[in-house]
């Protein structure tokens, strides 16, 4: 079993919707939960990070971590074609502690 | 312009021949990372390193060697490069967070690798 889970997808969805992304973990060690955004062709870039359990708003981006249930998600309101990229969960233990993991990616299409 | 930047960022090889990756940052980062991304996977950390000549193994080490003898070049070298490890490869660096703070990663904008 991988340490984290993403659904791959694709995810298609019209623009303008919300969009909600998931990933789940097994290791109830984690403590920084991250999300990244990775363009075609592209490095990913960091969008949103969470420290422990709750919630994160940024724009049009919310970011949730539910350590109970070993459950992270991203929503996009509003969501744009320019958000259409794959979406990356990453989690670690500690603070400055360089094992980060990564979930598969979730490819995303926001259609005009 | 802060960046990482990798070269070459597309190679063909044969089985064997020894290559290196390189990744340099300008950022004056004490953190560097290997990762490769394969589909299905994700992306999958290899070696890092934090701080010069300081360097440990990530999740999937096995025939790669790193070194860091200067805080901003964080080399990759395949000494025997095997068509499982086509891949495409990012670096990555950062520096450590404050208190309560994830410390962000810069990724660099890749390198294809592909192994005949």
């Known amino acids: 079993q991988k340490e984290v889970e993403q659904d791959p997808g694709p995810l298609s969805v019209p623009e303008g919707a919300i969009v909600s992304l998931n990933c789940t973990y097994s290791?109830?060690?984690?403590?920084?939960f991250m999300w990244y955004r990775q363009y075609s062709r592209k490095g990913p870039e960091l969008l949103m990070y969470?420290?422990?359990?709750g919630n994160k708003e940024d724009g049009r981006f919310t970011a949730q971590v539910d350590k109970s249930s070993k459950y992270i998600s991203l929503f996009i309101r509003d969501s744009q074609p320019s958000d259409s990229a794959t979406y990356l969960c990453?989690?670690?233990?500690?603070?400055?502690?360089?094992?980060?993991?990564f979930g598969q990616g979730t490819r995303l299409t926001i259609n005009p | 312009e802060a960046q990482v930047t990798q070269n070459p960022r597309y190679l063909i090889t044969v089985t064997g021949k020894k290559l290196t990756v390189t990744c340099s940052q300008n950022?004056?980062?004490?953190?560097m990372s290997w990762y490769r991304q394969d589909p299905g996977l994700g992306l999958r950390q290899i070696y890092y390193?934090?701080?010069?000549?300081?360097?440990d193994k990530g999740d999937v080490p096995e025939g790669y060697k790193v070194s860091r003898k200067e805080k901003r070049n964080f080399p990759l070298i395949l000494e025997s490069p095997s068509p499982n490890q086509t891949s495409l490869y990012f670096c990555?660096?950062?520096?450590?967070?404050?208190?309560?703070?994830?410390?962000?990663?810069?990724f660099g904008p890749g390198t294809r690798l592909t192994v005949l």
């Open positions: 990555a660096s950062s520096q450590p967070g404050l208190a309560g703070r994830t410390d962000t990663q810069y």
């Open positions: 290791n109830s060690a984690f403590q920084y």
């Open positions: 969470t420290y422990s359990s």
């Open positions: 950022m004056n980062h004490e953190y």
């Open positions: 990453a989690m670690r233990r500690l603070q400055g502690a360089q094992k980060l993991v």
């Open positions: 390193s934090m701080n010069v000549e300081v360097t």
